[in-house]
């Protein structure tokens, strides 16, 4: 039941939120656009979670941003 919620919750955001259509760059504006994309996108692996989840580096903003890219560019 809770995973259900979570996959029709996640498939309304990605109504609401557009995907990068380039490269991300270093940018505040980029960041939060990635991270609005990554939230609405389910995780490669686990099903209860999303690929904010997996991409994010507490440690690194570059690293979040460079692992949203490599999805980014995987997808096009």
């Given at each position: 039941?809770?995973?259900?919620?979570?996959?029709?919750?996640?498939?309304?955001?990605?109504?609401?939120?557009?995907?990068?259509?380039?490269?991300?760059?270093?940018?505040?504006?980029?960041?939060?656009?990635?991270?609005?994309?990554?939230?609405?996108?389910?995780?490669?692996?686990?099903?209860?979670?999303?690929?904010?989840?997996?991409?994010?580096d507490?440690?690194?903003?570059?690293?979040?941003?460079?692992?949203?890219?490599?999805f980014?560019?995987?997808?096009?």
């Amino acid at each position: 039941m809770f995973y259900q919620l979570k996959l029709s919750t996640l498939k309304l955001k990605s109504l609401f939120v557009k995907k990068p259509t380039q490269k991300l760059t270093w940018t505040t504006h980029d960041y939060e656009l990635g991270m609005k994309w990554a939230k609405s996108v389910p995780h490669p692996h686990f099903k209860n979670k999303t690929l904010w989840d997996f991409c994010y580096d507490s440690a690194d903003s570059v690293m979040t941003i460079h692992n949203l890219n490599k999805f980014l560019s995987s997808e096009t």
